[in-house]
């Protein structure tokens, strides 16, 4: 599976990016998908993600409330809609996959241990 991240830029705090990821499948449903980020010097760590199936989603803490994830399903996009953007939420945003055809809830595919297809990344940085 491909993933391909865009729409990531300078934004100043308080303001609201998305991000897109396209990907090479022809039926989303066949994978669970989320998005990552990598703050400078830190871990890469999941900020939100769906079930296989798109009907459940899972939040980080730090971005509960502000972030949004989304598909559609018949051009084979996900999305990060990103509001009141902080300077912690800096850094690089991927777009990852679990295997095909696997089970796992979305704080499962969030924990990245079962992610087997990365994106490229996009960079968001926030600074007044």
Do not use: H
């Not at 066949?30 to 980020?37: S, V």
């Not at 900020?47 to 972030?67: E, I, L, M, P, W």
């Not at 990852?96 to 490229?120: D, Y």
Request: glycine share 10%; proline share 4%.
């Amino acid at each position: 599976l491909q993933l391909v991240e865009s729409g990531g830029g300078l934004v100043q705090p308080g303001e609201s990016l998305t991000l897109s990821c396209a990907t090479s499948e022809s039926t989303l449903n066949n994978y669970a998908i989320g998005w990552f980020r990598q703050g400078p010097g830190q871990e890469r760590k999941g900020v939100s993600c769906f079930s296989r199936s798109g009907k459940n989603t899972y939040y980080a803490d730090s971005v509960q409330g502000r972030f949004e994830i989304s598909r559609n399903n018949s051009e084979n996009f996900v999305y990060l809609r990103m509001n009141n953007l902080k300077d912690e939420d800096t850094g690089v945003y991927y777009c990852a996959a679990t295997p095909r055809l696997a089970w796992p809830s979305p704080r499962t595919v969030c924990n990245g241990q079962m992610i087997e297809s990365w994106g490229q990344g996009t960079q968001v940085t926030v600074s007044s």
